[in-house]
């Protein structure tokens, strides 16, 4: 076999375009593409070790069906034919079905497979665990989210990095900040949990969580006191009163005190926006959005960033995200049915425990939502009122509760074509490896299901789905040159909103108008829970085997010894939702408001904050507000001896 050129799935910005690469001993490597113009040969540890998942003893490669309360083999006829009757008996209620579809996977086939619930009418899913606020936010300053190509940075003279954790985050984006930090662009990062990103940064703002927008507001009034910036406000913006109105609101020492940032560093701050001669970059992290004022957050940043004008100009732009499937055709997607309803994604056990008609029934796939979401333990139990389909490859807290379990293929096994939310290539996946055991991908899967229903239902054929896919005016290439080449390039401007034009029908920047205050903290909870992605694991796709003892809980020395808790005690980390034990780590770096604990370990190991959070929702686009969670550290007891017999 000669190199492979194939890609990643997983829910992750970089989308890298990779190579399986013959090893001596009839092995492959997994590595980076280096003739692609993002990747340029680089990948992740999850990429580069993902044969290791595909390979893992924990794998599921049969399907399973629930006999007398137990899961137990079954062939394909028996699953899909139970599947199938389970349907045919709710057909004429779709509202009763429940569709729940994640990021674990992404990609064209995967997005088709989703014809059959969306033409059966499923209830669907609204809201987001991750970016939607961050995206709504944008879309209300600019009217559209874009921004400019990741290598602008290279232009920039200073990068105004608002907590993302590029040294887990993106490869990519660490290797172009380093790049251009050595080319002398100056870092500057604000952020809670400043630890990994610090190595990014020439200077850092601890900032208390969830304060980011106090911050940008108070750098954009003094902002305003100087000469041109006020003008530059009343002249690129469409409400610049309201605006005014809300910065008025709250005087500086307020500002900062909400913040807990020192006068010293906000006229930092102030000052790097403010140079007229630089071209200074604004990061936006992807937790900014994870709290109940997310929004705030990131309008608010965005805000100060145009009143400064650095916008729509070589190395000054607002970095965000865009969208996987701008490059796509999607009209087939605008001619499915409307779903029979919408439940909310970030209250969904809430939600199903309350639905009306209840849900009868839920297919889940590419998502382990039980963890994922927040409130798992009423997930859970409202879960045990439905018959679950799920298609998965491990047994994770979801897949524990299916009635039928689907053993599906992964990345590197299925064929797929990927955007990115990040550059502007479109990556083709070519399967590597043959799917193990009994495996399929979640298109054939959903294909047969619809086939054995009463009245059959039938996706289109895969060549169709991937050809009416790449039909679009921002693609010039074929299906079979992408299966040749690997990739395609869309064509987008380098500079997102030139000369500070948004896209909006104005043409002008819309303010925020609301500067909300944070409800009082309760003396019972003082933390702010923090769970922030991981360096070698992506959401909950982490091996049985690696979640062993207990998760390590990162917190400031001072806020630690407060509760007379020592580095490396174990501890118990303390919600209103209930109690796990941790192992506490000090972190000098951390905000003493602050605890970190990493995302994604699973509630039945004991590893999973989500069975402590609340269902809390964000000021926009119905998000997860996952770090608004309020927690406690103690100390664990002595148990008490046991009775004797």
């Known amino acids: 076999m000669t190199q492979l050129v194939t890609g990643c799935t997983l829910d992750c910005p970089d989308c890298c375009s990779m190579v399986a690469v013959p090893r001596q001993d009839g092995t492959l490597s997994i590595q980076g593409n280096p003739a692609h113009p993002f990747t340029q040969g680089l990948i992740c540890g999850k990429g580069k070790n993902f044969v290791q998942r595909l ?39 779709p509202e009763k079905m429940l569709h729940i579809r994640g990021a674990g996977t992404r990609g064209v086939l995967f997005d088709a497979a989703g014809e059959l619930p969306a033409r059966l009418r499923m209830a669907a899913t609204h809201g ?29 003279d200073r990068i105004v990095n608002w907590g993302r954790d590029i040294s887990r985050s993106s490869v990519h984006l660490a290797k172009i900040v380093n790049e251009a930090r050595k080319k002398g662009t100056q870092v500057l990062l604000i ?70 940032v020192s006068t010293a560093a906000l006229e930092k701050l102030t000052d790097w926006y403010a140079d007229t001669d630089a071209a200074v970059s604004t990061l936006l992290g992807w937790g900014l959005q994870r709290y109940i004022r997310g929004a705030q957050n990131v309008r608010h940043i965005n805000a100060l960033a145009m009143i400064s004008g650095h916008i729509g100009k070589n190395g000054a732009g607002v970095f965000y995200n865009i969208s996987s499937s701008r490059n796509f055709n999607r009209q087939w997607m605008q ?18 425990a309350g639905a009306a008609p209840p849900v009868e029934l839920v297919l889940c796939r590419g998502i382990n939502f039980v963890n994922q979401c927040p409130d798992s333990h009423t997930t859970a139990a409202a879960l045990r009122h439905a018959f679950v389909i799920v298609l998965d490859a491990f047994m994770n807290d979801t897949a524990a509760l299916a009635d039928v379990l689907l053993p599906c293929s992964l990345m590197l096994e299925r064929e797929e074509i990927v955007g990115s939310f990040m550059h502007n290539q479109i990556n083709y996946c070519a399967p590597v490896f043959p799917p193990p055991g009994e495996c399929r991908d979640d298109f054939d899967i959903l294909d047969e299901l619809g086939s054995r229903l009463s009245e059959p239902v039938r996706l289109p054929d895969r060549e169709t789905c991937l050809r009416r896919a790449l039909d679009s005016p921002l693609l ?32 002008l920047f819309h303010c925020v108008a609301e500067l909300s205050p944070d409800k009082e903290d309760s003396g019972d909870y003082p933390f702010f829970l923090l769970t922030l992605i991981s360096r070698n694991t992506l959401h909950s796709q982490i091996p ?76 926009a686009g119905e998000g997860a507000a996952f770090y608004s969670q309020k927690a406690a550290i103690k100390k664990l007891q002595a148990e008490p001896p046991h009775p004797q017999a």
Not at 201 to 207: Q, R
Not at 344 to 350: D, F, K, N, V, Y
């Open 55 to 93: 390979q893992s003893s924990e794998r599921i490669t049969t399907p399973l069906v629930r006999r007398n309360g137990t899961l137990r083999k079954a062939s394909w006829d028996e699953a899909l034919s139970v599947c199938a009757a389970k349907i045919d008996a709710l057909r004429a209620t």
């Open 128 to 156: 987001s665990l991750c970016d939607e606020t961050g995206i709504e936010a944008c879309k209300a300053d600019f009217g559209s989210l874009n921004m400019n190509h990741p290598h602008d940075l290279f232009n920039a």
């Open 191 to 260: 952020s809670p949990c400043p630890s990994g990103a610090a190595g990014y940064a020439d200077e850092v703002i601890t900032v208390r969580p969830g304060t980011d927008r106090f911050l940008a507001a108070a750098a954009a009034r003094r902002l305003l006191t100087r000469p041109g910036f006020r003008q530059r406000l009343l002249r690129c913006s469409a409400n610049a009163d309201a605006y005014l109105a809300c910065l008025d609101a709250m005087d500086e020492h307020a500002l900062l005190t909400a913040c807990d």
């Open 335 to 352: 001619d499915l049915p409307e779903p029979s309803r919408r439940l909310s994604l970030p209250r969904i056990g809430q939600e199903l």
């Open 476 to 507: 010039q290439t074929t299906l079979s040159r992408l299966r040749q080449e690997g990739f395609a390039t869309a064509e987008h401007p380098f500079i997102a909103y030139e000369g500070m034009r948004t896209d909006h029908q104005d043409g």
């Open 544 to 619: 049985a085997g690696m979640q062993q003892g207990l998760p390590e809980l990162a917190a400031a020395p001072c806020a630690a010894q407060a509760a007379g808790i020592a580095d490396g005690e174990a501890a118990l980390l303390c919600t209103p939702g209930g109690q796990m034990q941790v192992t506490v780590r000090f972190d000098p770096a951390i905000h003493p408001s602050a605890v970190r604990l990493r995302r994604g370990g699973w509630v039945s190991r004991g590893w999973g904050a989500n069975g402590l959070t609340a269902p809390l929702v964000t000021d």
